[in-house]
């Protein structure tokens, strides 16, 4: 992640200006769902859970961060 901030004088952040792994890894993710897509998908049938497999396909290098 990359990240810049601007804080004043108090340390209080003014600006923030983030760009997240996501957005670095789109390529990768959208060749994760075809590979998946293309080997469980065929014709119009969509087996039961392939959903959750190409859901996980796109997250599974995704870093959540905890919330405070």
Same mark, same amino acid.
Request: charged share 20%; net charge positive; glycine share 8%.
């Given at each position: 992640?990359?990240?810049?901030?601007?804080?004043? @004088?108090? @340390? #209080?952040?003014? !600006?923030?200006?983030? #760009?997240?792994?996501?957005?670095? !890894?789109?390529?990768?993710?959208?060749?994760?769902?075809?590979?998946?897509?293309?080997?469980?998908?065929? @014709?119009?049938?969509?087996?039961? @859970?392939? #959903?959750?497999?190409?859901?996980?396909?796109?997250?599974?290098?995704?870093?959540?961060?905890?919330?405070?």
């Amino acid at each position: 992640m990359f990240h810049h901030y601007r804080v004043d @004088g108090n @340390g #209080l952040i003014e !600006k923030v200006n983030l #760009l997240i792994a996501t957005g670095q !890894k789109n390529l990768a993710m959208n060749r994760a769902v075809r590979q998946v897509a293309r080997h469980y998908i065929h @014709g119009r049938q969509i087996p039961e @859970g392939v #959903l959750n497999r190409l859901e996980a396909s796109s997250v599974a290098d995704t870093v959540a961060v905890p919330r405070r």
